[in-house]
């Protein structure tokens, strides 16, 4: 059974940076394919980015890209997701989680586990 840890989260001001790590145990991170996700109040809980096991394929969503990665470490058994630019619809609660498959998932309803997020707040 994975377990998955966020940290990193926190206050920022707009057009700060903030990164964020999620650690796995339980399960070899190389074995997995992960996601980051976000919810903000009142919304529904969107894809972020994801990564391939290997790290090769790191699709974004559109509000994102370019202004966020997503990398891995397997040694470390920890997803790493750097955030710059950031603005204030960035604010949410963010969360790792980690699928079984072999592609990268946009639907949360695949992934197999999840953390128990971190905040990001973004002021103006």
């Known amino acids: 059974q994975v377990q998955l840890v966020e940290s990193g989260g926190g206050l920022v001001q707009a057009g700060g940076s903030l990164r964020l790590s999620c650690a796995a145990s339980?399960?070899?991170?190389?074995?997995?394919?992960m996601g980051w996700f976000r919810q903000a109040p009142g919304k529904e809980r969107e894809f972020v980015g994801g990564?391939?096991?290997?790290?090769?394929?790191?699709p974004y969503a559109d509000s994102v890209k370019g202004r966020f990665t997503i990398s891995r470490d397997n040694d470390k058994n920890t997803v790493y997701l750097q955030m710059n630019a950031l603005k204030p619809e960035d604010t949410a609660v963010y969360y790792c989680?980690?699928?079984?498959?072999?592609?990268?998932?946009?639907?949360?309803?695949?992934?197999?586990?999840w953390g128990q997020g971190t905040q990001v707040t973004v002021s103006s």
């Open positions: 339980g399960r070899t991170l190389s074995s997995l394919v």
């Open positions: 990564i391939s096991k290997s790290g090769a394929t790191t």
């Open positions: 989680a980690a699928d079984l498959s072999t592609v990268v998932r946009l639907d949360a309803k695949f992934y197999d586990a």
